[in-house]
Antibody
Framework: EVQLVESGGGLVKPGESLRLSCAASGSTFSCCTMNWVRQAPGKGLEWVSSITSSSNYMFYADSVKGRFTVSRDNARNSLYLQMNSLKADDTAVYYC?????????WGQGTTVTVSS | DIQMTQSPSTLSASVGDRVTITCRASQSISSSLAWYQQKPGKAPNLLIYKESTLERGVPLRFSGGGSGTEFTLTISSLQPDDFATYYCQQYQSFLYTFGQGTKLELK
């Protein structure tokens, strides 16, 4: 069974950058499309980005397009999210999620706070 | 983009009640519909995928139905552990979208 552990969250100022990482352990990571989902404080779930198993395709929500970049390293069983030009609206818990049977495996989340 | 609309936003019920949450898609998504349960401070947990298939380990009191653009999540007899927030999600297209959530609270 795959386990996912996110890291890299923290407090940053508007306009700054942050890179999130997600380490996968357990069974095959490279099989599957991987995703980032976020949840602002007190709000619902928002899909952020997806990357296919061989990194052939990446997809982004309109709210982050042009600012965030998703990548993965299958040899290292790792997923990344490079976040640039951060805004206050990006403040959220960010989850790393595997697409197996739908979004079947979630990490515990890492918190990103964007505030001056 | 496909929009997902859940109703109700809040549902008050008692232990033992049968409850149903509805999710409507702005266009047909075939059976590419999942339901998640989330408790405060925790990551969501997949309950149902492909509209009606129970994820391993999910109690049989949970069931999913519908097709095309209208879907339901039914809990046949509420248990204390079921009071949580529920989300639907479409995965027909890569721009995956969630419903806004339904908070199931104790009456």
């Amino acid at each position: 069974e795959v386990q996912l552990v996110e890291s890299g969250g923290g407090l940053v100022k508007p306009g700054e950058s942050l890179r999130l990482s997600c380490a996968a352990s357990g069974s095959t990571f490279s099989c599957c499309t991987m995703n980032w989902v976020r949840q602002a404080p007190g709000k619902g779930l928002e899909w952020v980005s997806s990357i296919t198993s061989s990194s052939n395709y990446m997809f982004y929500a309109d709210s982050v397009k042009g600012r965030f970049t998703v990548s993965r390293d299958n040899a290292r069983n790792s997923l990344y999210l490079q976040m640039n030009s951060l805004k206050a609206d990006d403040t959220a818990v960010y989850y790393c999620v595997r697409m197996g049977n739908a979004f079947d495996i979630w990490g515990q989340g890492t918190t990103v706070t964007v505030s001056s | 983009d496909i929009q997902m609309t859940q109703s109700p936003s809040t549902l008050s019920a008692s232990v033992g009640d049968r409850v149903t949450i509805t999710c409507r898609a702005s266009q047909s998504i075939s059976s590419s519909l999942a339901w998640y349960q989330q408790k405060p401070g925790k990551a969501p947990n997949l309950l149902i995928y492909k509209e009606s298939t129970l994820e391993r380990g999910v109690p049989l009191r949970f069931s999913g139905g519908g097709s095309g653009t209208e879907f339901t999540l039914t809990i046949s007899s509420l248990q204390p552990d079921d009071f949580a927030t529920y989300y639907c999600q479409q995965y027909q297209s890569f721009l995956y979208t969630f419903g806004q959530g339904t908070k199931l609270e104790l009456k």
